[in-house]
């Protein structure tokens, strides 16, 4: 199939007159470009058909599908049309129509299960389709034996059915039971026994996982999938884990770029503290754009692995182009979820020094303060004021929070008149109250600033500020 739809995709592209394939061909090429998310392929078949084979009715169920991605109308005035056949197919649609987004499905499943005793392969798939988009994953475990025994291919409904049900959450049990049914089905169907592997795994069920895969590899100890999912699996097995190591480098000798050998073998590094070796990984991923499995930036990763040569790292980054400062905050959002408040800074700071940072200039400085990088804060806060290029030269681009934050920086640092002088600035500024929240927040301001300056200008203290944050609730007490 994947032969009949290169062939087919090649002649469309060189603007050839596709002048004969055979209706079964077509059907072929139609379903494989489908799964492939063709678009274009997908109405090329709709076209040669029409050419080709003018009163054929087999393409109607599959136009009207594809209609009815972009709208609603469209699919409904196919089904309408004169001279339709009666299928399962049409049913199906129509029950997508009506249930799309929040209907529910129920009623109309049921009315099929009356009409047909047969369901074929492109319709049980088109139901599986719209009880995930709806999210009525539910509808599949409870409707489960009525379709398998209609399915003409119940080994493929199995398949699919625990391929969604798995992707459920609250369904993974179901998608077992279901993996466990398809593999005494097909005992040497290597996909049925990866499919159980990677339910288990997600079930955290890792030995039964292991087993699983095992059978795979029982009947094909070749076969690629088969030894890259054991290596995945065995990465959380402790004892296991160099093993992994060695299966999962072995695969990347053939396939360096395999996203799913890279990520596992990344992992087992940093889950045996190898922190440069997970890193190196990470950053051959970054380096040639590899995805990682939950599409999470291998930079991120790097960044909280917190490696001693981060800035190579983050050097390597910048050279791949890797600068938009839309990217680096929302990795930074993202590591200060997990309190990773130093790989936050650092990774900031580098991107300032090299890129430079004016818009989102405060959340930059706020995250040195929270690394306690205070000789930093003060020098680039004091260098962004004095830019005029730099937006927060302007007037009422820092609130009161901040230079509250830079009067505390002067402390730590024992710049004491800066901290007297501009805590006092504070204390006089003139109050800008719209509602009580604000009388209450300039109060807290106020109070700061009077306890910073009195910290400032008094000799003899019985704290020593490098300790102390005058900020914090147990300083304040």
């Not at 499905?105 to 392969?121: G, T, V, W």
């Amino acid at each position: 199939m994947r032969s009949l739809y290169d062939r087919f995709r090649q002649e469309v592209e060189s603007g050839a007159l596709i002048d004969y394939y055979e209706i079964n061909e077509l059907l072929d090429i139609y379903d494989y470009a489908q799964d492939e998310g063709d678009a274009m392929v997908q109405m090329f078949v709709f076209l040669t058909v029409s050419r080709l084979y003018p009163e054929n009715r087999d393409f109607d169920e599959r136009l009207a599908f594809f209609l009815s991605y972009v709208s609603q109308d469209a699919a409904n005035d196919m089904a309408s049309r004169k001279g339709r056949r009666e299928t399962a197919l049409w049913d199906v649609l129509q029950m997508g129509v009506k249930c799309y987004p929040a209907g529910d499905a129920a009623p109309y499943l049921e009315e099929i299960f009356r009409k047909y005793d047969s369901l074929d392969c492109e319709s049980v798939l088109k139901i599986i389709d719209l009880l995930r988009e709806i999210d009525q994953r539910d509808l599949i475990v409870k409707y489960y034996p009525e379709i398998s025994r209609r399915a003409e291919d119940p080994r493929g409904f199995a398949f699919e059915a625990a391929e969604t049900l798995k992707e459920g959450g609250v369904f993974q049990e179901d998608a077992r039971r279901i993996a466990e049914e398809l593999t005494r089905m097909e005992p040497f169907n290597i996909e049925a026994w990866l499919l159980l592997a990677r339910i288990e795994f997600g079930l955290e069920h890792s030995d039964d996982a292991l087993a699983a895969v095992d059978y795979a590899l029982a009947i094909d100890p070749e076969h690629f999938n088969a030894r890259l999912t054991r290596g995945v699996i065995m990465v959380v097995i402790p004892e296991k884990r160099n093993e992994a190591i060695e299966v999962l480098t072995d695969i990347l000798a053939s396939d360096p770029l395999n996203n799913f050998a890279l990520e596992g073998l990344a992992e087992a590094y940093a889950r045996e503290n190898r922190i440069k070796e997970a890193c190196d990984v990470y950053a051959t991923m970054l380096s040639h754009d590899v995805v990682t499995a939950g599409a999470v930036n291998p930079l991120s990763v790097i960044l909280e692995l917190e490696p001693d040569n981060l800035e190579d790292y983050l050097q390597l980054a910048i050279d791949k182009g890797k600068t938009d400062a839309k990217d680096w905050r929302m990795i930074a959002l993202g590591l200060l979820e997990k309190e990773k408040f130093q790989a936050v800074a650092k990774a900031l700071d580098f991107y300032h020094r090299k890129i430079g940072i004016t818009t989102w200039v405060d959340f930059y400085l706020h995250a040195l303060y929270d690394a306690r990088m205070f000789e930093r804060y003060a020098e680039v806060f004091e260098d962004v004021s004095g830019d005029m290029s730099c937006p927060a030269s302007r007037p009422g681009f820092f609130s009161m929070t901040d230079y509250i934050l830079l009067a505390s920086v002067y402390l730590r640092l024992g710049r004491k008149d800066e901290a007297a002088a501009l805590s006092d600035a504070i204390e006089k500024a003139k109050e800008e109250c719209r509602s009580v929240d604000d009388h209450f927040r300039w109060r807290g301001i106020r109070f700061t600033a009077r306890l910073i300056h009195t910290l400032a200008t008094t000799d003899n203290l019985p704290v020593n500020l490098e300790d102390f944050d005058p900020l914090t609730v147990d300083f304040l007490s």
